[in-house]
């Protein structure tokens, strides 16, 4: 899976969870969403999870606050898969 | 001061920010004055986890007894913790790396609600338990403590025979109250209390609908119908 994909995947998954159309670049942040909230947050890690067949440790789930960060670290994740 | 008015009104609407103006006004006069509005939530304990097995291991949930206070974080004060205790009403709390960073509190039968003195108690008596002041500390609330706790209390009730939960949640409680939405729970109702010096007064849409009194310690109950129950039949 290329880096564009990994990021397309994550925008659609993301827009499910914020309820509004995110594209690929955009600059999305945790505390700029109000719809992002924990239990948001939680649910869309999970489904990411199962999305990208990888698992996000309990210290990484917190930290993946940004769709450059979850897409930075999925596209790790999926390296190490590799 | 009115531009933040217009923003609560926008934010709660009209009858919610009034009741907040309420309290807050009673706050500057010294406490003399409290107000609060609460839903009423209430869902079924699923037969199954949130989380697949072997996620967020790195926590782990307790039973904490009264003797295990000082671990409790200072969010929950000191004397209504233990009053809590003394009440039958348990603490779980989840811990990482020894430390504790939430917990919620069990009422199995019913609960005295320390500010509203409203006794909460679902029914048919056996079958529900109310959860309260579940709390997370802010930098583990994007994390997996919510599910976990959720999840250990959920199974705790579960090995209980309890089948269903009630909650009372601050309707100013944005996120707590998107957080139950978000879990489908379903909303009983909501309950309406102000105190002004001795006298309280209680409305609610659940009956019995009004009371007003002088009497500090008197609870009255309400009673919770497990949302599947058709009130007064008690069957599940």
Known sequence: MTLPNIEENVCRALSLALDRPIRAGEEVRREQEPRWDSHNHVELLLSLEDMFEVTFSDDEIPRLTSLAAIVGMVAEKRRGLG | MLAKLRSLVGTF??????????????????????AC????????????PWLRPGRGDSFHVELLGPERLAELPDTVSRTRALHRWSSGIECLAIFKDRRCVGYIWVAHDHYDEELTCVRFAPVP??????????????E?????VLPRLWDET???????GRLWIAEAVSVLNVSSVNFHRSMK?????????LRVGPLQVMISNLSPRCRITLQKKEHITLPLWCPACPAGKGSL
């Open chain 2, 13 to 34: 609407g009209y009858l919610n920010a009034a009741i907040y103006a309420f309290d807050r006004l009673g706050e500057h006069l010294g406490g003399n004055i409290e």
């Open chain 2, 185 to 193: 729970a379903t909303f009983l109702g909501h309950v309406i209390f």
């Open chain 2, 140 to 144: 583990y609330r994007a994390s997996l």
């Open chain 2, 154 to 160: 959920f199974r705790f009730l579960r090995e209980r």
């Open chain 2, 125 to 138: 008596a056996g079958t529900g338990a109310f959860l309260l002041d579940l709390f997370i500390l802010p």
């Open chain 2, 37 to 48: 509005r609460m839903h009423i939530v209430a869902q079924r304990i699923p037969p199954g």
